[in-house]
């Protein structure tokens, strides 16, 4: 298995590079950055990796870079790219047969009363206001959301909370974490009564383990939460627990 953590380095974007071959490339995704060209006008990180990839490697005419899934602007941590077609085609099968499994880490207001579960929703997004919502099984257009959790730390108010996701649906942790009374730290949008304006929503890529585009070998990127609030709140030995869970866990 091959695997890439916090030993990462920086491209010229300053962007920081866990991982590249010929195929792929994983990154750590700074949060408030777009993950693709959107109506703000920001720059964002498919054109700010090409243009990074055009120079390192001196390449002419366009760089090719494939997105292979997402991140909300305001999340950060580990991400992967494809450099070819190839990749990208097969990257994207991956995703669609859940073969790549994707970890969290996030920051609640409020602790979840069972220390570890399961959440089953079903999720209805408005594409006119851009928030989803908690719906019945078998309301139009709702899709099925599972995710799983586990506390890591808290101290009664909040918690460090590790999940992994089983489905992709847009805003998944953030709503359902709300519904079961412990929206993230900075969430405007689904814990906005817990929320102060300028606080930056807790939720972090840590963990991507796929099998490779061309190798097949089971590939690993870790990234942890920065050393800023909220995040600072744990210790470092809380962190190292984590790091050894998703070097070695399931």
């Known amino acids: 298995m091959s695997q890439s953590g916090e030993?990462?380095?920086?491209?010229?974007s300053g962007i920081s590079v866990l991982l590249e071959d010929n195929h792929l490339l994983g990154i750590v995704k700074p949060v408030n950055i777009?993950?693709?060209?959107?109506?703000?006008?920001?720059a964002?990180?498919?054109t700010l990796l090409k243009n990074d990839l055009k120079i390192r490697h001196q390449k002419p005419g366009n760089v090719?870079?494939?997105?292979?899934?997402?991140?909300?602007r305001p999340v950060g941590g580990a991400m992967i790219f494809a450099k070819t077609s190839k990749a990208a085609s097969r990257l994207s099968d991956s995703v669609?047969?859940?073969?790549?499994?994707?970890t969290y880490v996030a920051v609640t207001n409020g602790v979840p009363k069972q220390t570890e579960g399961r959440l089953v929703h079903?999720?209805?997004?408005?594409?006119?206001t851009n928030i989803v919502t908690v719906v019945s099984k078998g309301t139009a257009?709702?899709?099925?959301?599972?995710?799983?959790?586990?506390?890591?730390a808290e101290d009664g108010n909040r918690a460090l909370v590790c999940v992994e996701l089983h489905t992709g649906r847009s805003h998944q942790i953030r709503v359902q974490m709300s519904q079961i009374g412990c929206p993230l730290y900075g969430d405007q949008k689904y814990g906005a009564s817990f929320t102060k304006p300028g606080e930056q929503i807790a939720l972090w890529s840590v963990r991507l383990r796929f099998p490779h585009p061309v190798t097949k070998e089971s590939t690993l990127l870790i990234s942890l939460p920065p050393d800023t609030a909220p995040w600072t709140q744990w210790s470092d030995h809380v962190y190292q627990l984590l790091r050894n869970e998703?070097?070695?866990g399931e």
Do not use: C, W
């Not at 090719?64 to 909300?72: C, I, M, N, S, T």
């Open 44 to 46: 964002d990180m498919l």
């Open 246 to 248: 998703l070097e070695y």
């Open 122 to 128: 079903y999720l209805l997004k408005n594409e006119r």
């Open 96 to 102: 669609r047969t859940h073969s790549i499994r994707k």
């Open 7 to 12: 030993h990462s380095v920086e491209g010229l």
């Open 64 to 72: 090719f870079l494939g997105l292979v899934h997402r991140l909300d």
């Open 34 to 42: 777009p993950v693709q060209e959107d109506a703000s006008g920001d």
């Open 141 to 152: 257009g709702a899709k099925e959301a599972i995710l799983d959790y586990k506390v890591l």
